[in-house]
């Protein structure tokens, strides 16, 4: 039979790519606070709790970690799977509208989040993003045609 596995813990997680209304080549993002990958720039998103759907997950998460709310679309899902860290997550992905005018950039007080910044989508897409959050961005950069 070979070599026994060690069980590892699969997460279910959310993130959510926030473009604006008035430029959707704007996509926002947020400098992580915490480990893993403390000072990266990621998309929001964390966590789905128990008995919580995605799409309360994004809603929630978004809220919390950019004061923003969003009607959430599903995009899709990615494989995100960071063997260095011995992370394994299901990410499902969605697709917000900020319908807020103005670039308001600024420091966040929140525990996960130090700040957030818009971005335009073809800079984004060349940054080294937390966790496999380059490639989500890519992704949807290249399905609208940005």
Not at 29 to 51: N, Q, S
Not at 95 to 100: A, E, N, P, R, S
Not at 130 to 135: E, I, N, P, V
């Amino acid at each position: 039979m070979g070599k026994k596995e060690t069980f590892r813990k699969i997460n279910a997680t959310v993130a959510a790519v926030i473009v604006k209304k008035s430029d959707p080549k704007k996509v926002l993002l947020t400098r992580r606070a915490i480990e893993p990958f403390k000072d990266k720039w990621c998309l929001p998103g964390g966590h789905i709790e128990a008995m919580e759907s995605a799409q309360e997950a994004i809603s929630r998460e978004v809220m919390e970690e950019t004061d923003i709310r969003i009607n959430p679309t599903f995009f899709r899902y990615f494989d995100e799977i960071i063997p260095d860290i011995d992370h394994h997550n299901v990410v499902l992905v969605f697709v917000g509208i900020d319908t807020i005018d103005g670039d308001s950039d600024e420091k966040y007080s929140n525990e996960e989040v130090s700040e957030k910044k818009w971005f335009d989508i073809k800079h984004a897409v060349q940054l080294d993003l937390a966790f496999s959050h380059t490639k989500i961005v890519q992704e949807y950069y290249k399905a609208n045609h940005l």
